[in-house]
């Protein structure tokens, strides 16, 4: 097994003779129509990945989203213990390096509560994600002048989050919970968490995806903002318009389903087509054993600007 140690004191000490992990997760590039500029990513992660190309951030943000599904569109498999997206992609270490090379590109990352509930003792950081390269995810952070942790930003109407789980608890990540008025009454003890911020946008309701970005940019955040979901959330962010890309590994499991409601796909409580469809263009695909990397644009409409938000409603 490969033994890679959780900081190193320089790149060069890592060579894939000492560790054959990248080897074997490499991703085989098969078509890239991407623009931007190279991410510098340091030897290992681009190893895996090969070259990444990132549109600069910048007003609005570039905002991207990150999902696995299986062959048959299912995103959750909702059985207790079983909610995880690794449960959907069957732990693939190339989808997870993935993952944590977003999450470490971003500045902030951006999920709804239910995603928080299925997994409530993670942290959105690139090194809880992928351990072992938790170095290489360090450095590429270094090299972008970013802080250590993007910022967590978890959306919730109701205000219902458990504020004793690690992510808010630890102060390993900045926190900014966006919420309505009576989601802030609840989070109330917050205020006694050095690392967690709330702004409230609204009285009550559901909350627009632009609003999110607002409380976002309220931070002084002008970054990569990086959405991994879930479905109901990822659903507001297409209805709105506000994705540019979207990251979508394909897991060659079918997983099925009984109820259509009762295993979402990418999106949730929101109908696009035919009325409003929403179409993408394929401008990546990588391929890791039977797994595909995909990659789409989204055509964003050109705005004035974003909804603006100070944080409070
Ligand atoms: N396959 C993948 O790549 C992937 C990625 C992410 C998640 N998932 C899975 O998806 C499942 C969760 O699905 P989900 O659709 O329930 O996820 P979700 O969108 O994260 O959670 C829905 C909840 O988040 C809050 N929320 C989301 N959007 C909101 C908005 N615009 N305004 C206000 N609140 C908002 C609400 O919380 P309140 O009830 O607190 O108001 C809502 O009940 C989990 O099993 C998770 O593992 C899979």
Redesign the pocket.
């Known amino acids: 097994m490969c033994s890679t140690p959780a900081h190193s004191p320089a790149e060069s000490t890592h060579s894939s003779e000492r560790c054959p992990l990248t080897r074997l997760a490499r991703l085989e590039l098969l078509f890239d129509h991407t623009r931007g500029p190279l991410v510098d990513l340091p030897r290992r992660l681009s190893e895996v990945y090969g070259p990444l190309r990132l549109r600069k951030s910048g007003s609005p943000a570039f905002v991207i989203a990150n999902?696995?599904?299986t062959l048959d569109g299912v995103?959750?498999l909702?059985g207790p213990g079983r909610?995880?997206?690794g449960e959907?992609t069957g732990f693939d270490p190339r989808d997870r390096i993935l993952m944590g090379i977003l999450r470490a590109s971003a500045d902030a990352v951006v999920?709804?509560?239910?995603?928080l509930r299925?997994?409530p003792r993670h942290i959105w950081s690139a090194s809880h994600v992928y351990p072992k390269l938790a170095w290489e995810y360090d450095e590429l952070r270094r090299r972008a002048g970013k802080p250590p942790v993007p910022l967590n930003v978890f959306?919730?109407?109701?205000?219902?989050l458990d504020l004793r789980l690690p992510v808010f608890a630890s102060g390993e990540a900045p926190v900014l919970i966006v919420t309505t008025t009576s989601g802030a009454r609840k989070l109330g003890r917050a205020e006694d968490l050095p690392s967690v911020e709330v702004a409230p946008v609204q009285r009550s309701g559901?909350?627009p995806?632009s609003a999110v970005l607002g409380a976002v940019r309220a931070t002084g955040i002008r970054g990569l903002v990086l959405v991994?979901?879930?479905?109901?959330?990822m659903g507001?962010f297409f209805a709105e318009e506000l994705l540019d890309e979207l990251f979508l590994t394909l897991a060659p499991q079918v997983a099925g389903r009984t109820d259509p409601l009762g295993r979402?796909g990418l999106v949730?409580g929101r109908i696009f087509a035919p009325d409003h469809p929403r179409w993408g263009s394929l401008v990546g695909v990588r391929r890791g054993g039977s797994h595909l990397f995909l990659r789409w644009a989204f055509r964003r409409p050109v705005r004035s600007s974003v909804r603006r938000s100070t944080g409070r409603p």
């Open positions: 999902f696995a599904t995103t959750a909702l909610s995880s997206g959907i999920v709804g509560a239910g995603t299925a997994v959306v919730s109407s109701s205000g219902e559901r909350i995806a991994e979901g879930g479905p109901h959330l507001d979402p949730a």
